[in-house]
């Protein structure tokens, strides 16, 4: 590629994990460099499968080493600055009280986490990040797998 020519955007990936606790709540983490609140998870490294980035951000972040479950929702979401990125949602399951005990947040990147009815996710998260929590929700519940674009069904 010479100086000067396009570099095309591609899409980036990104995985995240959908815990809940013995109630049902949904747990939800507070980023340090930005203001909105997200599950836990991040971007794929190079070579890292979708399923391998979850394992590995989950234990970075909440220190906690858990195998996801299955894949609950792919989402295509469109960004105007950032490009475009695919968005994978694994089942992490239910935390019991001693793995929530155990979790130690990674300073540099996240300030606190919480635990939120599912009907609540919509006032802590940005509108698209709780159309993606609610359809794995959703998934989880029925043992499906959906597929979204910029949080909305398709088909």
Not at 90 to 96: I, M, P
Request: charged share 20%; net charge negative.
């Amino acid at each position: 590629m010479s100086e000067g020519e396009p570099v095309a955007l591609v899409a980036r990936s990104a995985a995240g994990a959908l815990f809940l606790d013995g109630v049902g709540r949904v747990l939800i983490v507070e980023p340090t460099y930005k203001p909105n609140w997200e599950i836990p998870g991040g971007m794929l490294e190079v070579g890292e499968t979708p399923s391998q980035a979850c394992v590995r951000e989950v234990a970075e972040e909440l220190g906690l080493t858990l195998v996801p479950g299955r894949l609950l929702v792919v989402d295509w979401a469109p960004h105007p600055v950032f490009g475009d990125r695919v968005l994978f949602v694994f089942d992490g399951g239910t935390l019991d009280s001693a793995q929530l005990a155990a979790i130690v947040l990674q300073a540099e990147e996240l300030a606190s986490y919480a635990l939120v009815e599912p009907g609540a996710v919509g006032t802590r998260l940005i509108p698209r990040l709780a159309r993606r929590v609610s359809a794995a929700l959703e998934a989880r519940e029925d043992g499906t797998t959906r597929y979204l674009e910029h949080g909305r069904p398709v088909g």
